[in-house]
């Protein structure tokens, strides 16, 4: 079984920049598909990116595209999301979740994994 534990979280100002780790460990890591998730105060956990387990895809919500980036490394069994011109409406609890079907999905279900969430906060 994976285990994961996210870090990374903080306070920012509108414009700028965090990247948020996500740690792995346990067996077949680098089998798994990983995506980030995140949920406002009063609201439903979102989809946010999603990778494949070897790196080759990737999947974004449009509210993040082209400014978050999500990446792996396995060799670290690490998973990272660095994000840019972060914004007010950023601010959520941010969760990192694996999938052992590989499937890189914008879907809750799919994920049986999840780590224990970190806070960002974008002040306007």
């Known amino acids: 079984q994976v285990q994961l534990v996210e870090s990374g979280g903080g306070l920012v100002q509108a414009g700028g920049s965090l990247r948020l780790s996500c740690a792995a460990s346990g067996r077949t890591f680098s089998n798994y598909a990983v995506a980030w998730f995140r949920q406002a105060p009063g609201g439903e956990r979102q989809f946010v990116a999603s990778i494949t387990s070897n790196g080759e895809r990737t999947y974004y919500a449009s509210s993040v595209q082209g400014r978050f980036t999500i990446s792996k490394n396995n060799a670290k069994n690490t998973i990272y999301l660095q994000m840019n011109s972060l914004k007010p409406e950023d601010t959520a609890v941010y969760y990192c979740?694996?999938?052992?079907?590989?499937?890189?999905?914008?879907?809750?279900?799919?994920?049986?994994?999840w780590g224990q969430g970190t806070q960002v906060t974008v002040s306007s």
């Open positions: 979740a694996a999938d052992g079907n590989d499937y890189a999905s914008y879907a809750i279900a799919e994920y049986d994994v």
